[in-house]
């Protein structure tokens, strides 16, 4: 076992998380709490159409809240969306922040909170610690299992103008409070379960063996695998099995706290240039790129990979085979949910130079484990195609 237990590291977790089945009914109190009187949902049009904000709004109007809600952000979410979700803000006079969804209406109101308490547009705030305080008092309400922005303090945002995902980073715009219902994810359909499962998984895998893995990160990581990897057949193919929600969620959170503490790697690299140019689906993106970058970081990760097949289940003493068995382990996790190929979801051949250009640009790229270059990020993208 290689271990960094004789490296220092600091540690900070500033958002609380109240996890639990009926979670989200404490909403209320937390505002009062905040002292927030008049909060600014932000979500997008699939959670007002699945009812799921109609469940949030109710809360808030049993308690005698009012509230204003910006339903309009998109997948990928643009800088005009929280550019206008800040407007909303402005317009309706709020004085707190709700996001409700999945990593896009979580992202859109990270960004859009420095906006709301700062003012600027949103390339003032991209990059690390460009944000100058706390912001207004935020909570998020997760509905996916997957991309762990509820516990992260980033959040990507497409350069609409240049089709580049742009990331900002900073400790002040971590939401205040998370609240983690497993009940809001169980009408999650097949697909979107897969992807964002897959991309929680991914998010666990690349910090565990990114070359700045840290031991906290390291311990969320691998039990994140384990449970992401023990249950994400059963709440693909049995939604309403509120075991295999709650333990993709609990997965998905760790797997955020840990590569917010550690890094993401060469799968985010490139699923980011992939999701900037043809706005493709971020978990089917790294759903496709995960195998092949393992295959081709597996000498230089062995003895990590080989814990990450034991967490997902693997009794293989042999470190080699045990890294191997990872791998195909992986392969077959995504055969099973049937995720779409590159090829499916439009990608071209001819944008591959472009596509590794992006990948090699990505602030996490130094972060694999074996070294890629815009040339091996190209082998890849043929590789996966
Ligand atoms: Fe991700």
Redesign the pocket.
Known sequence: MNTNLMDSFSFILPTRIEYGIGSVAGLAQELREMNVTRPLIVTDPGIVKSGLLGKITALLEQEGFTYVVFDAVEPNPKDYNAENAAKAAAEGKTDGIIAVGG?SPIDAAKCASALISYGGSVKDYMGKNKVPGPVQPFIVIPTTA???SEVTFSS?ITDSEKSFKMSMRSVHIAPKVALLDPQLTVTLPPGITASTGI??L??AIEAYSATVSEPVADACALYAIELIAGSIREAYFNGTDIKARSAMLMGSMLAGIA?SHSD?ASV?CM??ALGGIYDAP??VC?SIILPHVMEYSLDHAAARYARVARAMGSMERDERKAAEEAVGMVKQMVADLKLPSLKQIGVKEADFEKLAEMSEANLSTGSNPRPMGKAEYLEVFKKAF
Do not use: K
């Open positions: 990593g997957g991309t762990g990507v991309d929680a991914t998010h590569f993401v985010h699923a980011e971020h978990g790294n």
